[in-house]
């Protein structure tokens, strides 16, 4: 077939991957899956050494999946009216 074809030309890395816009959303992904695997599965046991039940402490183990439930969509909101403002679509 041509596309197995020792006389076919290599495909070159696509140049997206190099650009810097594709490698801050890699960074930002990783950054964003990185914390939410410690609020997940590190936290909890933290603050349950420090002395903090489940049955008491769900407020405090809440929280701050709470905030960042509201800190994501506040930074979503800032982000886009920092689009609006620079350039008009």
């Given at each position: 077939s041509p596309r197995c074809s020792a006389s076919a030309p290599r495909c070159a890395r696509p140049s997206f991957l190099a650009h810097p816009a594709f490698l801050a959303v890699c960074a930002a992904h990783f950054a964003n899956n990185w914390g939410a695997y410690l609020l997940l599965s590190w936290l909890p046991?933290?603050?349950?050494?420090?002395?903090?039940?489940?049955?008491?402490?769900?407020?405090?183990?809440?929280?701050?999946?709470?905030?960042?439930?509201?800190?994501?969509?506040v930074g979503g909101w800032v982000a886009d009216e920092g689009l609006l403002s620079r350039c008009r679509l």
């Open positions: 046991k933290y603050l349950t050494s420090l002395g903090a039940t489940l049955a008491d402490g769900s407020t405090l183990f809440s929280t701050p999946y709470a905030v960042a439930i509201v800190a994501d969509n």
